[in-house]
């Protein structure tokens, strides 16, 4: 409210955890969460910051959440847990920047 504008969306996976009522449910595949980044690109444009944790992601998928239309990791730390998933820990920093650096991006 304060700057008549959305700062950032936050599209994060949904990944069952245990001891939750959800524990049981089955995590869309990867697809879907593509499917999800493209969209919101879409319909938000470029200048909006989209984010997707790649601590809930596998290693090997985080060109793909690139590619479908992320600009921003969200609040990696290699000092703190995540908060929100503090059972996902962050990737390391060096991984992470050499796989954004890959994709003709840079890692701020």
Do not use: C, Y
Not at 83 to 108: M, Q, S
């Amino acid at each position: 409210d304060a700057f008549g504008h959305v700062q950032a969306l936050i599209i994060q996976n949904f990944r069952a955890k245990a001891g939750t009522r959800r524990a049981r449910f089955p995590e869309p595949p990867l697809e879907e969460l593509l499917w999800t980044l493209a969209a919101a690109r879409l319909a938000f444009g470029p200048s909006m910051s989209t984010q997707a944790p790649p601590n809930l992601s596998a290693p090997e998928t985080l060109p793909r959440l690139l590619e479908a239309g992320i600009n921003d990791w969200g609040g990696v730390s290699p000092v703190t847990p995540d908060h929100v998933n503090p059972e996902a820990p962050w990737p390391d920093i060096a991984a992470l920047e050499a796989v954004t650096r890959a994709t003709g991006r840079w890692l701020v």
